[in-house]
């Protein structure tokens, strides 16, 4: 009985924590389609600054790809992005690469900071913090870089 209770809690939580993931997306992209140029969307995501911002990437009717960033909170676009004149997030850790060399990559996410996308890149440094470090959509330098000391 309780191995029973134990396992349907977990399907429970499992469940829970993946709708709350996924929790908005359908809407983002909703919004996305009915907001801005897009008429294709290839996937949904969720970056969560000071608030969470979805960010859709597709394709207008023409082909150009786009990324729209969302508030859905105040069913708002925020800003949509050409994708043409943009490194991608490989050119961008590439880029990175080169710049931190003795670096241990983690992550690359599109992000929204003080009103501007953004590539989060999150690694562990020389000094072994964890590091979330921002640069613009072309490939520059974000002033802004948060690093953690990691406990051993």
């Given at each position: 009985m309780v191995l029973l209770l134990?396992?349907?809690f977990l399907v429970w939580?499992?469940?829970s924590i993946s709708h709350d993931r996924e929790a908005g997306q359908t809407e983002a992209e909703a919004l996305a389609l009915a907001e801005t140029d897009l008429a294709n969307v290839e996937n949904v995501s969720t970056y969560n600054g000071n608030i969470p911002i979805h960010i859709v990437?597709?394709?207008t009717e023409n082909g150009t790809e786009q990324l729209a960033f969302l508030d859905l909170s105040e069913k708002k676009v925020l800003k949509v992005e050409d994708m043409s004149g943009q490194i991608?997030?490989?050119a961008m850790r590439q880029q990175w690469q080169q710049?931190?060399?003795s670096c241990q990559f983690k992550d690359i996410q599109?992000?929204?900071?003080?009103?501007e996308p953004v590539f989060q890149l999150t690694y562990i440094d020389e000094q072994n913090r964890y590091v979330f470090d921002y640069f613009t959509l072309s490939g520059d330098n974000?002033?802004?870089r948060f690093a953690f000391k990691r406990t051993q």
């Open positions: 134990g396992f349907s939580m499992y469940t990437k597709g394709s991608s997030p490989e710049s931190c060399a599109y992000g929204y900071e003080e009103q974000f002033d802004q």
